[in-house]
């Protein structure tokens, strides 16, 4: 079954920078992404990406940018035949380009005064399609109606009232739940009846990630994890890896969903570390966490191939995940200690020189006589104290784009 044809409506689009332009860019790549074939109409903006086309209409610009007669008309409270024209002019031309559409995604249009005529033109459009297509979702970030700062927009009259009136047949969208009450109050209606979509964050693009990260987080679904714990090492057994598997066994058993990312191969000029290698997977099955325990050596992209874990790779680890686990029994000095601190990582380690000559007070120390069980409960009750830790896990599973767009987005436009 094809997936519905999407516009968004907006007075502009990239280049403009905004933060509603920065929303609707996400969104079109969003929708693009999953295959739904998306177009732009708006007043002044260019094409960003070859699969989403752009339809420029000067007409849907801010009023003061097109007329500024109807606009000193407007602000005076007077409603001319130039308005009259300007509107029926934008409805012709918005009815033509929504001919072809299964859904218009408005931003802010039917909530702002920027333009009346624009505002008065979808009405009418929406109106007539109240029995059709295309359907309609308000996308609201703002209402002047809510605003203090246009209380001289408050008019109680045709166009203004149109700001403040709940269309039929139109399916409401706001930011936040602040936003929802506000609108609620204004369209003198149920809060049910105002669906809350958050604006969202693309780590990928924000940190420079590569693919490969956000594959290997997505493979082993990663971001689902209440803690995952970083050890850039060589298999070699001065590395007590072990104790690091031992450490992840005990914090699930505590009720923390976590996983434990190995970064490096075994040598595979060395009996021994192949040796040790396998008796660490033997260990992970004995524990029954096997899953729980993830050896980047193994994972393959795209193209079959082994991957490698070059800088780019190692930074990107440094900055998805949640600890430093790095119970070594022997170190020169601890360069994970320094690229932990410039990635602001928490920091677990052994209670050996030089780490603590590096880390001094600012790492939890694992005496390695304990037993993994003890050191597993001063993790949890360490990492309590780290309160960037909580907020960072929230932005990975609610508010990235990927994931706004799965719970919130595309059930809307499929319901």
Known sequence: ???????????????????????????????????????????????????????????????????????????????????????????????????????GIIHNLLTMHFNLALTAALEKIIDEASVGQPKFIAWCHDATFKDAHYAGQWRDAYPWHLLSSLLPGVKYVTISQMRRRQLSQLFKVKEDRINVIPDGIDPKSFLNLSPVSISIFDHFRLFEEDLVMFY??????????????????????????????????????????????????????????????????????????RIRVDDHLLRDLYLLSDLLLFPTRGEGFGIPILESAISHLPVVCSRIEPLTEVAGEEALYLDLDDKPEKMAGSIISYLKSHLTLPLFKKALRSYTWEAIFAQKIEPLINS
């Open 1 to 103: 079954m094809p997936k519905p044809t999407v516009a968004i409506l907006h007075y502009s689009s990239y280049p403009v920078i905004g933060g509603v332009e920065v929303v609707i860019e996400a969104h079109a790549r969003l929708l693009t992404g999953h295959g739904y074939p998306v177009k732009l109409i708006v007043g002044e903006g260019e094409s960003f990406d070859s699969g989403i086309a752009v339809k420029v209409i000067p007409e849907m610009r801010s009023l003061q940018k097109i007329d500024r007669r109807i606009n000193e008309e407007l602000e005076e409270g007077r409603v001319s035949e130039k308005f009259d024209q300007m509107r029926d002019c934008l409805y012709h031309e918005l009815k033509a380009q929504l001919s072809s559409v299964d859904l």
């Open 232 to 305: 850039p090492t060589r298999i070699v057994r001065r590395k007590n890896i072990e104790l690091a598997i031992k450490i992840t066994k005990s914090i699930n058993e505590k009720g923390h969903r976590a996983s434990l990312l190995i970064t490096s191969p075994p040598d595979p000029h060395n009996e021994d570390s192949l040796r040790y290698y396998e008796s660490l997977k033997e260990l992970a099955r004995e524990l029954n966490i096997e899953k729980k325990v993830i050896f980047l050596y193994e994972y393959k992209d795209d193209e079959g191939e």
